[in-house]
């Protein structure tokens, strides 16, 4: 196959005879700016989908554009437009942002991998919708493992967190405050097919600068109130509500 650039039937084919899995030996197509003195948001270069409207004026229906996000050419964002209006930004640091948005937020002291940033409810909205013609709905799953690698499946332990839903509110700062937090959790010790497990339920008081547990589930079923450890008091042992207070208040109000 002969290499160069090619026009055949209105595409453009960048041709080469590669063997290697080197990425050295690849074509590419190569945009470069040689202004010395790069800026915060200054394009790079990019490609624009273009088609005519109404009045047969070339009009940008959709981009894909790299910009500067620091202040050299190593620190750039892709940023991908439809309509004029920015869906994605790929940052540097390889946050993803879906939105408007190129600056990525800070939230519970975490700079999420993937960020949805809106301004009302459409624009501020996750939703899974399974078709399927039986009884199963969608999934949102959370798997944790002790590896330190990607691929390894090494067993959690008795207490690891394996999952939490956090709700933090802007203080005026910033939205690192949690006001609550559901985290499910490993209850005893877990083996092969065995992975005793329980939900954990904290609020934060008010002054207060962190969050406290308030109710858990335990792997038996157990639901306590105020307490960490299922007590059994008198003959019951299978008491399945426990409600403690060390200040008097341990009562249930009906």
Do not use: W
């Not at 999934?139 to 690891?160: E, G, M, P, Y």
């Not at 008091?233 to 399945?240: K, V």
């Amino acid at each position: 196959v002969s290499e160069g650039l090619f026009q055949t039937d209105g595409n453009i084919d960048l041709r080469y005879a590669g063997t290697s899995t080197d990425p050295a030996g690849a074509r590419y197509i190569n945009f470069i700016n040689t202004d010395t003195t790069l800026v915060a948001d200054q394009p790079m270069g990019g490609l624009h989908f273009i088609g005519n409207d109404s009045d047969n004026a070339n009009t940008i229906t959709a981009s894909i554009t790299a910009a500067i996000s620091g202040n050299t050419g190593s620190q750039s964002h892709l940023l991908f437009k439809t309509g004029g209006n920015q869906r994605i930004a790929i940052k540097s640091g390889g946050v993803v942002i879906v939105g408007s948005s190129t600056a990525s937020r800070n939230v519970a002291a975490r700079d999420a991998r993937l960020q949805l940033q809106g301004t009302d409810g459409n624009t501020s909205a996750i939703s899974i919708t399974r078709n399927s013609s039986n009884v199963n709905g969608p999934h949102i799953d959370f798997a944790k493992s002790r590896a330190d690698s990607l691929t390894d499946n090494t067993v959690v332990q008795a207490d690891d967190i394996l999952g939490r839903i956090t709700f933090c509110g802007a203080d005026g700062t910033d939205t690192l405050s949690m006001a609550a937090e559901i985290k499910a959790e490993v209850d005893g010790t877990p083996g092969s097919n065995d992975m005793p497990g329980r939900l954990v339920f904290h609020t934060t008081a008010d002054g207060a600068a962190s969050t406290t547990e308030r109710a858990r589930i335990n792997s038996d079923g157990r639901v306590l109130i105020n307490s960490t450890a299922a007590r059994n008091i008198g003959t019951n042992i299978n008491r399945m509500l426990q409600v403690e207070s060390s200040g008097g208040g341990g009562g249930i109000a009906v």
